[in-house]
């Protein structure tokens, strides 16, 4: 018996990192879960997995930053396994650089995603968490929704209004019983790094990499959702600040 048994949770951004490990911890705690992401065939190989080992899995093409395809995708994990109890924002881009000479569309892509993407696909999962009885909202921040810092302005931006916006909705959404968390990961080795092509950047990283050590792994993050979702209904895990022993910021 699994702590999520009978649990339905929808996941964004699944098809790598944090996302893929925290469906494969949910799954593996009794949930069924959907998976969304824009990478179909990684979607399908996840959901094989998930299924050999006795689970149950969808994959679901999930474009967030579209609000009709976020919608879709909601709707679709309710229509397919019954019904929703689980949803983890966790779908987000991280490109970094200073604001004078930026390429206004990384601006664009980290807003759609990490703010827009995870309003959207909130906004259609509330009425189905209200009406079935509570639910579970996940929200993934960072960090650097906690510490800004020079040279990641925009990307602290969108970190920063997932945490004022997860706030407001828990104190809104308590009257529905649909509990919201919080996730701020600190320097997890994902594929979130590699999305930034400016030299300077990528140099930061490298060395940022090599004075923690070890850096923490998308399965530690994983874990930390898996338990606040696992608590008991009425404990609410409203924020999980997780970071490498050696990251001092």
């Known amino acids: 018996m699994g702590a999520l048994d009978g649990k339905v949770a929808a996941v964004t951004g699944a098809s790598s990192g944090i996302g ?60 397919e396994l019954g019904r929703l109890d689980i949803l983890v924002n966790n779908a987000g881009v991280m490109l970094l650089g200073p604001v004078e000479g930026a390429d206004t569309d990384d601006w664009r892509t980290m807003v759609n995603v990490n703010l827009l993407g995870l309003l959207y ?76 092509k400016i030299p300077m950047v990528v140099e930061t990283i490298e060395k940022m990499r090599e004075q923690m050590g070890d850096v923490l792994k998308a399965e530690d993050i994983a874990r930390g959702i898996a338990y606040a979702v696992s608590q008991p209904e009425h404990v609410s895990v409203n924020e999980v600040l997780i970071r490498p022993t050696k990251q001092p910021r």
């Open 121 to 196: 696909c909130t906004h259609a999962a509330l009425p189905l968490m209200r009406e079935q009885g509570g639910g579970h909202i996940v929200n993934l921040s960072s960090v650097a929704g906690k510490n800004a810092n020079a040279g990641s302005g925009v990307y602290n931006l969108t970190k920063f209004g997932v945490g004022a916006f997860s706030e407001a909705l828990r104190q809104e959404a308590l009257h529905s019983n649909v509990r919201v968390t919080l996730i701020e990961p600190g320097f997890v080795d994902t594929e979130l790094q590699g999305h930034n």
């Open 20 to 79: 893929e490990a925290t469906a494969l911890a949910l799954a593996a705690e009794g949930a069924a879960v959907a998976l969304g992401a824009r990478r179909e065939d990684r979607l399908t190989d996840l959901a094989g997995r998930i299924e050999s080992d006795g689970g149950r899995a969808v994959a679901l093409f999930a474009d967030v930053a579209n609000e009709d395809n976020a919608r879709e995708f909601v709707e679709r994990t309710a229509s």
